[in-house]
C-alpha cells in the first residue's frame, strides 16, 4: 500500500543536542509537508517543498531546518532542541496537480526533550 | 487574517445518539475545506474535501456539507469506534498553505 512512513516513531534527545526526523512516502507526491503538533493544539505548519522548491513559514524558528535530497525522503533538522519543542512531528504529502489539495500523514514521530 | 474554529472542543455521545461538529473559517480564497480523523499518537486521516458551497459528502455514518461560513460534520447513530479528534482544515488562495483548526475530541460511550 502506498503510504507515509517516519522514523523513528519516539525519539528522546537532551537539551541542545542535534536530532533529525524522517519521512519518506510511495506515494509519489510533489508536495511534502511538515508539521508540529502540540497537544490539544492545531498542527502547525512549519515548512513544505514543492519538488525541490523549499519554503519555510514566516514565524518558523531557525533552529528548524529542512532537507529533501529526492522526490521520496524529506528530514526534519533541529539543530539545538529546546524544551518548547517537544511535539508530536507530523509528515504529509499532497500532490499539486490534482483538482483536490488533501493532505496524507504519517503516523508522526513524538519527540521529547529532557 | 485566516483562521479556523473548531467547535465544540470536546462532545461526548452515547452510542447511537446524532450530533453535529462545526467548523467556522475566513479565509482569502478557499480552494478547498478538509475533514480529518485523529486516533490518538497517531497522523491524522483523511475523510472528506468539499469545494463549495451546498456540496455534501458521506462515508458510512458521517456527512459532511459546506457553507460560504462554515462546514458540520454530521454523525449519525455514532459507535464507540467513531472516539476520536476530529479536525478541520481550509486551503486557501496559496495552493500550499492549510489552515487547521484545533479539533473536536469525540468521546461515544457504550
Known amino acids: 500500500d502506498a503510504m507515509v512512513i517516519q522514523n523513528p516513531r519516539y525519539q528522546v534527545t537532551q537539551f541542545g543536542k542535534p536530532v533529525t526526523l524522517s519521512c519518506s512516502q510511495t506515494l509519489n507526491h510533489n508536495v511534502m509537508y511538515w508539521y508540529q503538533q502540540k497537544s490539544s493544539q492545531a498542527p502547525k505548519l512549519l515548512f513544505h517543498?514543492?519538488?525541490?522548491?523549499?519554503?519555510n513559514e514566516a514565524d518558523t524558528p531557525d533552529n528548524f531546518q529542512s532537507r529533501r535530497p529526492n522526490t521520496s525522503f524529506c528530514f526534519l533538522d533541529i539543530r539545538s532542541p529546546g524544551l518548547g519543542d517537544a511535539a508530536m512531528y507530523l509528515c504529509?504529502?499532497?500532490?499539486?496537480?490534482?483538482?483536490?489539495?488533501?493532505?496524507?500523514f504519517g503516523p508522526g514521530t513524538r519527540l521529547t526533550v529532557t | 487574517e485566516d483562521q479556523v474554529t473548531q467547535s465544540p472542543e470536546a462532545l461526548r455521545l452515547q452510542e447511537g445518539e446524532s450530533s453535529s461538529l462545526n467548523c467556522s473559517y475566513t479565509v482569502s480564497g478557499l480552494r478547498g475545506l478538509f475533514w480529518y480523523r485523529q486516533d490518538p499518537g497517531k497522523g491524522p486521516e483523511f475523510l472528506f474535501t468539499l469545494y463549495s458551497a451546498g456540496e455534501e459528502k458521506e462515508k458510512e455514518r458521517l456527512k459532511a456539507t459546506l457553507t460560504k461560513k462554515e462546514s458540520f460534520l454530521h454523525i449519525t447513530a455514532p459507535k464507540p469506534e467513531d472516539s476520536a479528534t476530529y479536525l478541520c482544515a481550509v486551503q486557501a488562495r496559496d495552493f500550499n498553505k492549510f489552515y487547521f483548526g484545533s479539533g473536536t475530541k469525540l468521546n461515544v460511550k457504550p
Open positions: 504529509a504529502t499532497s500532490t499539486r496537480t490534482s483538482g483536490g489539495g488533501e493532505q496524507y
Open positions: 517543498y514543492y519538488d525541490k522548491d523549499f519554503n
